[in-house]
């Protein structure tokens, strides 16, 4: 509104001489008062004083005063700027309301676009609030409901595994997978006559087909439980099935299914066993304990797929038979070690050698201590630990200036072993090398 109303010439006049009138107000609020300094207004000027201050005055005075020489055109100018500065003229207000802009009434859609956005939200609150009271209800019945069926097996079961020939209850087919569940729960505490109690009275109830259908379930807990009750009771026709479950390569699946297989069918375990070690970067601590279940047939496994691996796919069956504990295949490692550049593979062997490797495995170990990746140096220095002399101190003692914190800590390790702690502390004395003397007297601190 203000740029349109100064857009007018006579806007600006007027906004000027509105300033001009502040001003001179200002001015006069300072001084004093009229009346004591000028002297009585005559003609014009006393008229329109006197219509100012007595407005209901006679008409005689009005003629008196008209009767009066006129004032200065000047002053008559100033009078009329001060009765714009009191009393503006409404006409400039009637403008002024007149040309504010007014606001665009809102849109019935949009009123519409954010009911529905409201409501979509309070559905959503509510379905998830709806959701989490029926899945905390479905779990309360669920615990219940095992609660209760395990009050009632539980007896049943340790009658069983104790020799006593109590008569099984009814088994109502909806129950199957929780019979399953605390069947395998005691399995697993138990072995000898009261292992084979259990598995006669899941023959009993019929469960072996099953356990059959079972394994091609949805739910992956189901097949799961599934391979655990085929491989309990050794049943040779979830062979296939298994076979088959280990060639898919799938992370938990694959292994349960090995695991089943080595207790029903060792030769077709190792095979699939084999197929996933080849295939598969496998943690060595997830396998091991699948491996151990294969019995003593798994170590000739294992050498011929470090024999058969390609370059650099062999070191985690090299760290499967350290963790075996496997001295048989020490001939294949160190044939594998001569042939070897991929520096993990070689780090895992010198590993296995500081746990499993006899004295004609140290020179193999000397020679990797000026080896150009560290990982390399560690594991070499690691393994003089074990199999080095005291001719070999002065091999590791240049490693303690190594710029590798793992190597200069397990050349430490390893003089502590050789030498001593108290010729390490004399090493120490002499050592030049800050770093040297920081990891010496740590290693001195740990102790042996």
Known sequence: MLRRFTSSRAGLLLLFALVCCTAGAQARSKSPPRAALAEPATGSAAVLAASQTHPAAPASN???????????????????????MHTPPAVAADHATVSAPQAPPPEPRLYAILGIVLLF??????????????????????LRRRARFNARWEPVLYARMS?????????????????????LHLLGYVRGEAADALAQAARELELPPYALRLLNARGAWKRVVAMQAVAALRLKDAGD??????????????????????????????????HLLSHLQWSPGAVVEIVKAGGSSVGPMLIDLVRSASPGNAKHAVRL?????????????????????????????????????????????LSFLDHPKWVV????????????????????????????????????????RLAGAAALSGVRELEADPYAREMLSRVLAEGQ
Not at 69 to 78: D, F, H, M, T
Not at 350 to 364: F, S, T
Request: hydrophobic share 50%; proline share 5%.
């Open 241 to 274: 099935i298994l076979y088959a479950k280990v060639m898919q390569s799938r992370p938990r699946s694959s292994l349960a299914a090995a695991r089943a297989l080595l207790q029903i069918d060792p030769e077709r375990g190792l095979a699939g066993l084999a």
């Open 163 to 183: 020799g006593e020939a109590l008569a099984l209850p009814p088994l109502a087919r909806s129950e199957r997978l929780l019979f399953l569940s605390l069947w």
């Open 321 to 365: 038979i350290e963790m075996l504990g496997d001295e048989s295949a020490l001939p294949v490692l160190r044939e594998r070690l001569l042939s070897n550049s991929d520096q993990d593979e070689i780090a895992a062997i010198l590993h296995c050698y500081g746990k499993l490797g006899g004295p004609e495995d140290r020179i193999a170990a």
């Open 62 to 84: 009005l003629a008196a005063a008209e009767s009066n020489p006129a004032a200065p055109e000047s002053q008559g100018l100033v009078l009329k700027l001060e009765r714009v």
């Open 121 to 142: 939200l309070i559905a959503n609150i509510a379905a998830l609030l709806l959701f989490g009271v029926g899945m905390r209800i479905w779990r309360e019945r669920r």
């Open 377 to 416: 140096r560690v594991q070499a220095a690691n393994a003089l630990g074990s199999l080095g002399t005291a001719p070999d101190v002065d091999r590791l003692l240049p490693l303690l200036r190594d710029r590798h914190w793992w190597v200069r800590y397990r050349a430490a390790r390893a003089l502590l």
